[in-house]
């Protein structure tokens, strides 16, 4: 069974910043894309970036870029997201999730990681 | 970028009634060369993360009921639930895969008990 399992809750203050994990389970860690999205409370979810596992290679969304850093450690198999310069509307759950095996869309997906950016 | 729009933001079913959510994408999602529509349905559930339903716009995932159907091609596409069950309320979102990256989301639709 694949299984995407995120790191905990994190409760950060403006300026600060944030690194989430995602380990990954289930299947070859390296064959996959791993992509991380963004949804605030309410909101729909917003692409952040990818990663290839098999050689580092990224992708950031415009919206991120110069804030956002996604990694990937293939000796563990685990994906890492970095936001830097947190402010308020950086408050939402993240999610990690896999490019499907059999297309260009989402799945799995991690449970994802709540974190608040609050003074 | 491709945009995504949904409607309505929210509707409310009676059980066993049909619902209905449109996606409208701002450039056409066909692939002709191999006739197909790149696009996703989702379903979240509070607290959970989304869950493909529908990929290439029609195609069931497997163990996702049959009363979830996906159609549509080019810039309109339609999820219809045949017959809502309580279990299907939750909040639904149509993707776009077409012309990456980025990936693009719908704002999504809440669909209700009436």
């Known amino acids: 069974e694949v299984q995407m399992v995120q790191s ?21 860690f390296t064959d996959y894309y791993l992509h991380w999205v963004q949804q605030a409370p309410g909101r729909g979810p917003v692409w952040m970036g990818l990663v290839d ?29 970095e936001l830097t310069s947190l402010r308020s509307e950086d408050t939402a759950v993240y999610f990690c999730t896999a490019q499907s095996t059999k297309g260009n869309w989402f799945d799995p997906w991690g449970q994802g990681t709540l974190v608040t950016v609050s003074s | 970028d491709i945009v995504m729009t949904q409607s309505p933001d929210s509707l409310a079913v009676s059980l066993g009634e049909r ?6 994408s701002s450039q056409s ?35 996702v ?35 990456t990256p980025p990936w693009t989301f719908g704002q999504g639709t809440k669909v209700e008990i009436k």
């Open chain 1, 8 to 28: 905990g809750a994190e409760v950060k203050k403006p300026g600060a910043t944030v690194k989430i994990s995602c380990k990954v389970s289930g299947y070859i």
């Open chain 1, 53 to 81: 596992p098999e050689d580092g290679k990224t992708e950031y969304a415009e919206k991120f870029q110069g804030r956002v850093t996604i990694t990937a450690d293939s000796s563990t198999d685990t994906a890492y997201l």
């Open chain 2, 19 to 24: 619902a209905s959510i449109s996606c409208k």
């Open chain 2, 29 to 63: 999602l066909l692939y002709s060369s191999i006739n197909k529509n790149y696009l996703a349905w989702y379903q979240q559930k509070p607290g959970q993360p989304p869950k493909v339903l529908i990929y290439w716009a029609s195609t069931r995932e497997s163990g």
């Open chain 2, 65 to 99: 009921p049959d009363r979830f159907s996906g159609s549509g091609s080019g810039t309109d596409f339609t999820l219809t639930i045949s017959s809502l069950q309580a279990e299907d309320v939750a909040v639904y979102y149509c993707q776009q895969y077409y012309s």
